[in-house]
């Protein structure tokens, strides 16, 4: 592996699934992987799981580790080429990656999505960017469309709690009063799909009209607008809130039924609830939901740090 953009950097998914379990059963066993090597986390936006669990990560395999807010640590980044540099970017990416790049054998960035211009933030320009100029691997700490390492801990997360072979997975939609990225939903429906057409799960995503993943994320996952068809018999609840695709960047609906309840549970089957934190307590779930014993969002955020040390390994491997 030499990037982790996304699904399509991963050749073998149940092998990596799998090395994240034996990280988390032995966290040592590869600490000598990254020894005199440096990765560079680099934030463009505020982080609690991903920018501690890929931290911790890094270290169980002996990475020294160095972390940038950009524009609070460093000068604001111009991402666009050819442009004059007027404004209150001060430094343009093509120098500032190829300096970061010098300085670390792994870059890590997080940039969200803006949710001004579709087709910008789809362009994933930043990550694209950084691939370009850093000459050194990029890891995908969640992108304007993608959060793969989140995705790699929800399929270790599914395997390790599911009762049955091929567990029902349902990717709900959850109220919220401002407009967040699509990157979550995409990549788990990404993801999911993979482990559905693997025959892993059987996937299914409901939201209201109007909130249709992109075509290429939905993929072939069964899409029912009915919320109580879709949550019958399901084994997993997964809840994340994401704003209109379609109409882009828009809330179309505040819709309080759509949130998370323990009568919504009741119709699943014995169904754990996830969500990638954080979560807005009684907006988007209701308090029963998080602190029962249906509520997996504490492990599913545990196995985070296994996602990272398994992606991580891998690129140590081969770089
Ligand atoms: N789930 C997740 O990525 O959490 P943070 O935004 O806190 O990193």
């Known amino acids: 592996m030499t990037n982790f953009l996304s699904l399509a950097d991963v050749t073998d998914l149940d092998a990596l699934i799998q090395s994240g379990r034996d990280a988390k059963a032995n966290p040592f066993a590869d600490q000598l992987l990254g020894k005199n090597k440096t990765i560079g986390l680099i934030f463009f936006n505020s982080s609690l799981r ?4 890929t931290q911790k990560a890094a270290q169980n395999l002996g990475l020294n580790v160095m972390i940038m807010n950009v524009g609070q640590d460093s000068w604001g980044l111009e991402m666009e080429e050819g442009v004059l540099m007027n404004g209150d970017k001060a430094e343009h990416v093509r120098e500032a990656a190829a300096v970061i790049g010098r300085y670390c054998d792994i870059i890590g960035i ?3 999505a803006e949710l001004k211009d579709r087709d910008s933030d789809y362009r994933e320009q930043v990550m694209q960017q950084f691939a370009r100029y850093a000459r050194v691997p990029i890891v995908n700490l969640e992108s304007a469309t993608r959060h793969p390492l989140q995705s790699l801990a929800d399929c270790i997360t599914i ?5 049955v072979a091929r567990p029902k997975v349902v990717l709900t939609w959850l109220p919220h009063f401002k407009p967040l990225p699509q990157a979550v939903a995409n990549s788990f429906s990404e993801w999911m799909n993979a482990r559905a057409a693997s025959g892993h799960v059987e996937f299914v995503i409901t939201h209201p009209q109007g909130y249709e993943l992109a075509p290429e994320f939905a993929g072939n996952a069964r899409v029912i607008y009915d919320r109580d068809e879709a949550f019958a018999g399901a084994d997993f609840i997964y809840g994340k809130n994401w704003s209109s695709y379609t109409n882009y960047g828009q809330v179309l ?3 309080p039924s759509w949130a998370v309840t323990m009568d919504d549970m009741v119709r699943t089957n014995a169904g754990k609830f996830m969500h990638c934190l ?8 209701a308090d029963a939901v998080l602190d029962g014993p249906q509520s997996l969002v504490i492990e599913q955020a545990a ?6 040390q398994a992606v991580l390994k891998e690129i140590l491997k081969t770089y």
């Open 50 to 53: 991903t920018r501690l669990s």
């Open 110 to 112: 997080r940039a969200f």
């Open 159 to 163: 395997e390790e709690a599911k009762t």
């Open 253 to 255: 609906t505040h819709d």
């Open 278 to 285: 954080p979560v807005r307590r009684n907006l988007k779930v």
């Open 303 to 308: 196995n985070r740090e296994w996602s990272a």
